[in-house]
């Protein structure tokens, strides 16, 4: 190895542990909005998007021509479960609308919002909801309570939160798929 390649080698090194460094460092910073009045409300997450699955037996025409071997028994459609999203601050609405899929072939469900809030305390009301309301078994609409959905398809939040001016509140799912609101830690 010539003088030169080590050297630009040794040089890479340097850059990388000193990049890898700053990324940690920067890493540590806490991130305020940059409105010096105001704070932010955040709701973000992605979730998998769950689909009412229809199967049916062929039919004579769809049989036609296929090898006996390769008959399906019944065929399935999977149609994409969409979901209405309602954010509330203080009884004032957000928003309120549909929330479709991320994208056609991705089949997840991602939200990503951000409000811009006035300092204080305040009451938030987030709800997620399957848009229309899935169906039971029977055919009648299922119950509107979050528990009452499979793998738990609804969220909700209603929760009293404090931001002070440049806060950033996060509405996200826990590990157990309930929506929580974190919150900046208090100032020291």
Avoid at 49 to 57: D, I, L, W
Avoid at 91 to 96: E, F, K, M, Q, S
Avoid at 119 to 146: I, T
């Amino acid at each position: 190895m010539t003088a030169a390649t080590f050297t630009r080698k040794l040089a890479a090194v340097a850059l990388t542990v000193t990049a890898l460094l700053g990324i940690v460092l920067l890493s540590r910073v806490p991130w305020r909005s940059s409105a010096e009045d105001a704070a932010e409300l955040r709701v973000s997450w992605r979730i998998p998007a769950p689909s009412n699955r229809r199967c049916r037996p062929p039919t004579e025409a769809e049989l036609r021509g296929v090898l006996p071997h390769m008959r399906p028994t019944e065929v399935c459609t999977d149609e994409a479960v969409s979901f209405r999203l309602t954010i509330l601050l203080d009884g004032d609405t957000l928003r309120a609308g549909a929330v479709g899929l991320s994208s056609p072939r991705a089949r997840t469900i991602s939200v990503h919002e951000r409000f811009p809030i006035p300092p204080g305390r305040h009451e938030l009301d987030v709800n997620f909801l399957p848009d229309p309301p899935m169906q039971s078994s029977d055919g009648s609409p299922a119950n509107p309570d979050p528990s009452g959905f499979p793998q738990g398809l609804a969220m909700r939040l209603s929760a009293a939160v404090v931001a002070g001016p440049r806060d950033v509140i996060l509405v996200t799912p826990d590990d157990g798929g309930r929506l929580v609101a974190v919150t900046p830690p208090p100032p020291s």
